[in-house]
């Protein structure tokens, strides 16, 4: 008696390359050892009109094995040594893409200074982008300690080089971090997580300003969180002016270690 098919087994094939359909019989000869297409569909609930099909170009592409005969019987390759092909071919196929897109050198038109990211990969990796850049200071707001976290590897090293300031709305949130931290008042802290506009509440997140000519402020907009990307000095050294004002004696609390 089989347990039934694990679907996060199931959804990093797919992530490898192989269908839905592909995936659950991939496994389904893998948990057999050796079965028919009968079997392989009764296991694995893959369309008896399809499974056949799904098998052979399992066998065509170097998964299975196949014994011809009435009925054909399907055994798996080690997955060892499929996973190994599949890895090869993927970042073979992975470095020949970045060379061709490497390669474009098309004349673009000027782009807008402001972008703005909607995925969460996208948005850390635009921050940990920006902080690989920083050249002089940096000035970062949280409400987020656990999203402050991803990034503390990369804040620690600016820390020994870099002008670094970092503010934070509730120091008792922030004190498993290894920061000193400046902390603002309550009213800066209300103002910034109850900013509303047409209806959609805006709560800021994580602000950062990086040699006042680049920011990005990650914040949800009512059930999703997104950033908006900001590269126009002008812009920047006005963001940086409020954050300096609020840096002032009367709007900062203490510092905080």
């Known amino acids: 008696m089989f347990s039934p098919l694990n679907p996060q087994l199931i959804c990093n ?5 192989l269908t839905e359909n592909e995936a659950k019989a991939y496994v389904g000869v893998v948990s057999l050892k050796e079965a028919t297409a009968r079997e392989v569909h009764e296991l694995t609930n893959v369309p008896r009109a399809k499974i056949y099909e799904v098998l052979k170009l399992l066998a065509k592409k170097g998964y299975l094995e196949v014994r011809q005969g009435s009925p054909t019987y399907f055994r798996a390759v080690d997955p060892k040594h499929v996973i190994g092909k599949i890895k090869d071919e993927f970042i073979n196929c992975a470095i020949e893409t ?14 807008s200074p402001v972008w703005c990211i909607q995925s969460e ?8 982008e920006i902080l690989s850049g920083v050249k002089e200071e940096l000035i970062v707001f949280s409400s987020s300690p656990k999203f402050l976290q991803e990034f503390e590897a990369d804040l620690k090293k600016l820390e020994k080089t870099r002008r670094l300031t970092l503010i934070v709305n509730d120091p008792e949130m922030f004190k498993s971090l290894p920061f ?15 900013i509303v ?25 009512g059930n999703t969180r997104e950033a908006v990307v ?28």
């Open 98 to 111: 970045l060379d061709q897109l490497n390669e474009l050198s098309y004349e673009l038109p000027k782009t």
């Open 13 to 17: 094939l797919e992530k490898l390359g």
């Open 230 to 257: 900001i590269k126009l000095p002008v812009v920047c050294y006005m963001q940086k002016m409020i954050y300096d004002r609020v840096l002032e004696p009367s709007f900062i609390k203490q510092d905080l270690h």
């Open 197 to 221: 506009i047409d209806g959609v509440q805006y709560d800021e997140q994580f602000f950062m300003i990086a040699d006042g000519k680049e920011s990005i402020g990650v914040h949800s907009a």
């Open 121 to 128: 990969w996208g948005i850390k990796n635009r921050i940990h």
């Open 180 to 194: 000193e931290f400046r902390v603002t008042t309550k009213e800066f802290a209300d103002f910034i997580s109850n």
